[in-house]
């Protein structure tokens, strides 16, 4: 699979597969990958996590050439994974998400990039978790919106600010109200300011995605002049066409 160095790919595809797919998926994860797997609790979010990951292994296995068992992953401080021993000038990068049967995963050489998905369910009190979670300035921007709008406001600013949490990779240690996205519809969509760090606004790309109607969803990458191109499956582990967003 080709990714040149000015694009970045996304993926998305359903988690719900047939037992068949799912044994072939899971015969890739690796020790401590298959532990995990057998700690959930429950059997959808376990089935769901060894697809999830051995797709991504699949994916990753089409970038760089290597056989999916044979992928090695690292952690960072927060959890966030990484390939393990990559070429330091054209290291992969890749993160993702994953939401009521939906993952979506986003791919690119030598930059940083976070990406988010999150199922919409509809709930009438979005002003208290707004007010609690958001910055000022986004309560500010999502109470000036006609309540109409409120709800797509809403997800679109949740997800955009875990794509730069996801992005940056330090978890809850980077608190939701040190900074801003918008959220209006008629705004270019964009990380607008980091209170401790105001040069954080020209290093990272903001992009919303399309991911069907029932979805948001959104993706940080580090630097500018990238073009997204997104990706599908035609069966779960088969690589296939790309579309432009
Ligand atoms: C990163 C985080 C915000 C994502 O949570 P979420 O919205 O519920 O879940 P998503 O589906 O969007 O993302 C999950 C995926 O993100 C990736 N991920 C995990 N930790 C990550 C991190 N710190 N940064 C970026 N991506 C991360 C993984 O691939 C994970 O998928 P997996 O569980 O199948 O391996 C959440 O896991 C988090 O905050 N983790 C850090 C916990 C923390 O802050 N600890 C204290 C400080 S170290």
């Known amino acids: 699979m080709l990714l040149a160095d000015d694009e970045v790919h996304v993926w998305q595809t359903n988690l719900d597969t047939s037992a068949?797919?799912?044994?072939?998926?899971?015969?890739y994860l690796s020790l401590d990958e298959q532990v995990r797997a057998n700690r959930f609790l429950f059997e959808l979010p376990r089935q769901h996590f060894i697809v999830g990951r051995g797709l991504l292994r699949v994916i990753v296995g089409s970038y760089i050439n290597v056989e999916p068992s044979q992928i090695q992953f690292q952690y960072g401080a927060?959890?966030?994974?990484?390939?393990?021993?990559?070429?330091s000038k054209k290291e992969l990068r890749f993160n993702v998400s994953h939401s009521h049967g939906t993952i979506v995963y986003a791919f690119a050489f030598a930059r940083e990039l976070g990406i988010d998905i999150e199922w919409i369910n509809p709930k009438s009190e979005y002003e208290p978790i707004v007010r609690r979670f958001f910055s000022a300035q986004e309560y500010g921007d999502w109470l000036s919106l006609p309540i109409s709008q409120r709800e797509p406001?809403?997800?679109?600013?949740?997800?955009?600010?875990?794509?730069?949490?996801?992005?940056k990779g330090d978890g809850l240690t980077l608190p939701l109200d040190r900074f801003s996205v918008s959220l209006k519809p008629d705004e270019p969509t964009a990380l607008l300011n980091v209170h401790d760090d105001p040069t954080e606004v020209s290093?990272?790309?903001?992009?919303?995605?399309?991911?069907?109607k029932s979805y948001a969803a959104a993706l940080m990458v580090q630097g500018h002049g990238c073009t997204v191109k997104y990706c599908t499956t035609t069966s779960i582990c088969t690589v296939s066409s790309k579309q432009t967003l």
């Open 20 to 27: 068949e797919e799912r044994q072939r998926l899971r015969q």
């Open 78 to 87: 927060c959890g966030k994974p990484a390939l393990a021993n990559q070429p």
């Open 153 to 167: 406001a809403f997800f679109a600013c949740w997800t955009r600010k875990e794509s730069y949490i996801k992005a």
């Open 203 to 212: 290093r990272w790309s903001l992009y919303n995605l399309a991911v069907g």
